[in-house]
């Protein structure tokens, strides 16, 4: 399964942005999907999870602000960021897993896309 990641964007502190990730494959709809991020200098860090039948879990750090859907007919995974943060600046990764559960680890995960850029500024 390949992933791509896209929509990331420089935006102001309190702007909104929505990422997407496109699977490849018509089995995404069995896939938990997540999103990570990665600020420079800092380990890739767990922001949301979705399993197939839509059972969503959050960062602390998002809960409120981002929301993560998916479009099986599309094979595709969204997430809205709204009142961003500058310490939401990261690059942004989508990931895959074939079991049920969302994890919060990158271990966890059987197929990642290319990140995608999102700078918040202040």
């Known amino acids: 399964v390949q992933l791509q990641a896209s929509g990331g964007g420089l935006v102001q502190v309190g702007d909104s942005l929505r990422l997407s990730c496109a699977a490849s494959?018509?089995?995404?709809?069995?896939?938990?999907m997540g999103w990570f991020r990665q600020a420079p200098g800092k380990e890739r860090e767990f922001v949301v999870g979705i399993t197939s039948g839509g059972i969503t879990y959050y960062a602390n750090s998002v809960k409120g602000r981002f929301t993560i859907s998916r479009d099986n007919a599309k094979n595709t995974v969204y997430l809205q960021m709204n009142n961003m943060k500058p310490e939401d600046t990261a690059v942004y990764y989508c990931?895959?897993?074939?079991?049920?559960?969302?994890?919060?680890?990158?271990?966890?995960?059987?197929?990642w896309g290319h990140g995608t850029q999102v700078t918040v500024s202040s």
């Open positions: 990931a895959g897993r074939k079991g049920l559960a969302v994890h919060t680890t990158t271990s966890q995960y059987d197929y």
């Open positions: 494959e018509g089995t995404f709809s069995a896939y938990t």
